[in-house]
């Protein structure tokens, strides 16, 4: 029987039918396309025992002047910087009290604390911090009450309960991304309130980790507005969302849509000292103290608030202005200072800014209906702004990524590409991303690069997921497209670390393209990947097909495992829209590698039908694989 080699199109084509889109590939997950072959991707490990609560929604590297590497991590409860494996909590502080506001409330048998403290405003998940607490009386010690707290439930503005737990620091009581604290029940002689010496600080209210649509009463976070009023605002903008720069080694950072504030590295202990606002910098004039997003521009060291609150009107926010700082002075946005450089812009088109890029020669500033051009100028001015395209969308603040001087996002129904103007990104996978998409959420997406395969990743959610739970990847290089699933939330490339980082929904952080396997558990547990051809028939199809031999072609090259596997499928339809009648699959192993890596020779199979198509996948830990040209041995075998 003649053979016949197999050589696909490379990336997904899901545009089309599966029998229409012959000789390419049609569907696949963990794998990617390298020189035009798919392979499996690689693998990952979690970095440390430490876990984050809360949804990882940015992660932001650097390092400091001592070249110690810091990771900033923002998530809808906290915002750590992680060093050495572990996370160091520098939320700020949104408010502290005075000595002797804060009264506590036992009641014997039970954890539960009520805590009065008149205009509190916090809200259901906030974090708060006691100190200058006595004894209650029994088990409720100082000891106890001088820590840090979940607030439970919300009363009304003026009182909220806790729940007393035994002492530890709450990175310890944080396992797998949950507050797990050992609770401590009152006894009949906790009668007393605390002292007249407890100071409550309490951090930056808790931001959504998901996505409720909706205005009405009680939709948002508590606080919000004014008490039994409606909300005004969808409560998609109040998704908690954190941005953030670098000043040298120091940090500006911001709650998307509310305060900016500032970290210094330069401390006697900066991991574990909190982040301040900007505004109570010694010399501050006139900084922003609400913003869509902070960043400082690289070649001008200019501190920029997109979507901020003017100078003249401080706390009310302006969607569309712009402003930023005198030239490396994070502190002074005098504009009425004659020598300073410190101004404002304000677009004139959309109704509020997303998000802005940062590339090599431009930041690219994006409203909800257009995309601007924002450079560096000098003074007088400083910055100049121009309109680069209009009726342009793009589906998140995060969405959108820089590599070199090109920008990629996606927007609601498209794909875009800035390389000097804005352009539709061809795709072979558009209608199923966004045919399964769970519009809800599209907060949430975000764009990630992976350059050292010139790849940029988009995470999104399917339709029936309320979190990211698929992946869609453009190869900018071979100009490919591929899909897969993977929870992540976060992602940053190579950099000051030597291999991307990712936030999952776990509470974990971890390192990938490392290994071949999943490294979320202990012991690691298999990645399932697999690559599926498009249907081929031979001439019109008219005929039906026997298959009764396979030749492979991959290599195992780089696995660990003794004896890597790979799974060939061959599959037979009658008819493109039935199913398949007849699948055959056949193990092929590697059997050794010296003199030349060797493999199964030949797999004897028996399938029959109209059409053919084949399928690679592994489901063992420890094999890495890479397809090459297998063949099959293929006859025609009548018409009946």
Not at 140 to 153: G, H, K, M, R
Not at 474 to 481: H, R, S
Not at 516 to 538: H, K, R
Not at 594 to 619: K, L, M, N, W, Y
């Amino acid at each position: 029987m003649p053979l016949q080699k197999l050589q696909f199109r490379p990336g997904i084509n899901k545009e089309t039918t599966s029998y229409s889109n012959e000789g390419g590939w049609f569907d696949c997950d963990k794998v990617r396309f390298r020189a035009g072959l798919p392979e499996k991707i690689g693998g990952w490990s979690r970095i440390g025992n430490n876990s984050f609560l809360g949804s990882g929604r940015s992660l932001h590297p650097w390092s400091s002047l001592s070249l110690e590497n810091f990771l900033g991590l923002g998530t809808n409860a906290k915002y750590y910087i992680e060093s050495g494996q572990a996370f160091y909590d520098i939320t700020p502080i949104r408010a502290t009290t005075a000595a002797g506001e804060v009264e506590f409330t036992a009641s014997a048998g039970f954890s539960t604390l009520t805590v009065l403290d008149v205009s509190h405003g916090a809200s259901p998940g906030d974090y708060v911090t006691y100190s200058g607490a006595v004894t209650l009386g029994t088990n409720i010690t100082a000891a106890v009450l001088n820590q840090e707290y979940l607030i439970d439930t919300v009363i009304n503005s003026d009182s909220y309960t806790i729940r007393a737990r035994e002492v530890d620091s709450l990175s310890d009581i944080t396992i797998d991304g949950q507050y797990t604290p050992v609770l401590v029940l009152a006894a009949a002689g906790d009668t007393g309130a605390g002292g007249t010496a407890v100071v409550g600080a309490y951090q930056v209210n808790t931001g959504l980790d998901t996505t409720v649509l909706g205005t009405g009463w009680g939709a948002g976070t508590w606080s919000r507005g004014s008490w039994s009023s409606a909300a005004t605002l969808g409560v998609a903008s109040l998704l908690r969302l954190w941005t953030q720069d670098n000043l040298g080694q120091d940090l500006i950072y911001n709650v998307q849509d509310g305060g900016v504030y500032y970290w210094s590295a330069s401390t006697a202990s900066p991991l574990t000292t909190r982040g301040v606002e900007l505004s109570s910098l010694a010399g501050a004039i006139g900084t922003p103290t609400v913003a869509r997003q902070v960043m400082v521009s690289d070649t001008d060291r200019h501190v920029i608030a997109f979507g901020a609150d003017p100078s003249n009107n401080i706390g009310i926010q302006d969607p569309l202005l712009i402003r930023f700082s005198n030239q490396q002075s994070p502190q002074n946005w005098d504009v009425t200072d004659p020598n300073g450089t410190a101004g404002d812009l304000r677009l004139g088109s959309g109704s509020r800014i997303i998000v802005a890029i940062e590339t090599r020669l431009q930041i690219l500033v994006f409203t909800d209906v257009s995309v601007h051009a924002m450079q560096y100028s000098g003074p007088p001015l400083t910055f100049g702004i121009s309109l680069i395209s209009e009726n342009t969308t793009i589906r998140s603040g995060a969405s959108a990524i820089a590599i070199d001087d090109a920008v990629y996002w996606m927007g609601n129904n498209e794909f875009y590409i800035y390389n000097g103007g804005v352009q539709k990104l061809p795709c072979s996978v558009r209608d199923y991303v966004f045919s399964d998409f769970n519009e809800s959420q599209s907060e949430k997406v975000f764009a990630a690069s992976n350059t050292a395969f010139s790849e940029v990743w988009w995470f999104y959610p399917s339709a029936s997921s309320e979190d990211l739970d698929r992946y869609v990847v453009f190869n900018y290089v071979q100009q490919l497209w591929y899909i897969g699933t993977l929870a992540r939330t976060a992602w940053t490339d190579r950099g000051a670390n030597s291999l991307p980082i990712a936030a999952s929904n776990d509470g974990y952080l971890y390192t990938h393209e490392t290994g071949f396997d999943d490294g979320s558990t202990n012991p690691p547990s298999p990645i399932y990947s697999f690559v599926e051809s498009s249907q081929f028939d031979l001439g019109e199809g008219d005929q039906f097909v026997f298959v009764n031999r396979l030749i492979p072609d991959l290599t195992f090259r780089n696995s660990t495992a003794i004896s890597p596997v790979v799974d060939f499928t061959v599959k037979t339809r009658n008819f493109p829209g039935g199913a398949y009648l007849q699948q055959n699959f056949k193990p092929v192993e590697k059997v050794t590698s010296v003199p030349v890596e060797q493999f199964t020779q030949d797999a004897h199979i028996r399938v029959r039908g109209r059409s053919v198509a084949i399928s690679v996948a592994s489901d063992t830990t420890g094999v890495a694989w890479r397809l090459g040209s297998p063949r099959l041995s293929i006859r025609p075998d009548g018409r009946r």
